[in-house]
């Protein structure tokens, strides 16, 4: 028959496997999070083909302001001039790669109205457009679809992106006027992985 001394023991090693087991579970539930692939909002985290992405804010851009002039650097030669009815429009994303592998950021990138219909074909005359393209070489404010390694942010800490008031990278849009009235605008990502992922962000516009 076992002493006290044995039993006392064998009750505090029981309730130290308890804890111990109690505390590993809470921390699991606690390291997982869940999967977003559609937000209603901006500045939410957008799960897509293993990376997070989220949009600091969306903007009409004046091409007349000392800021915005920036954004619009490294159209590429050609680019026509905006149309009476069409403003220029800024996404500004942050990126984040949260996995341990490298990972290409997304290069699909399209806006939808309300008019816009999945199976259509994306052109602005069925209310989906497209980002023009920007040369990062010239704008350092431009979106890229860099590969990211593990733990990296995109814009990188300290660069000119991310240290400015928007706090993240561009993606520039020209838009009717008209598409404003049909809103929600909302900004669709596809990954740049295989099987392709792909997730929504409502604009706040």
Known sequence: MPTAAAVTSLRRLTIALSILALAVALGACGNKTKTVTRADTEGLYLDVGGLTYQ?????QLNPKGVEDRAYLKGLAPGTP?????ESWFGVFLRVN???????????????????YVERQPCVPARGCYRPTALDPQINPFAY???????GELYPALSS???????G??????????????NRPLELQVRGAEVPQRSGIVQLDL
């Open 81 to 85: 001039p905006l149309k009476p009815d």
């Open 55 to 59: 949009v600091q804010v969306s903007r």
């Open 144 to 150: 890229s679809a860099t590969q990211l390694d593990p």
């Open 168 to 181: 993240g990278t561009v993606l520039v849009f020209r838009i009717p006027y008209g598409s404003y009235e």
């Open 160 to 166: 000119p992106a991310s240290e400015n008031v928007t």
């Open 97 to 115: 790669n949260e996995e341990n592998h490298p990972i290409r950021a997304a290069s699909d990138f399209r806006i939808t109205d309300t008019q």
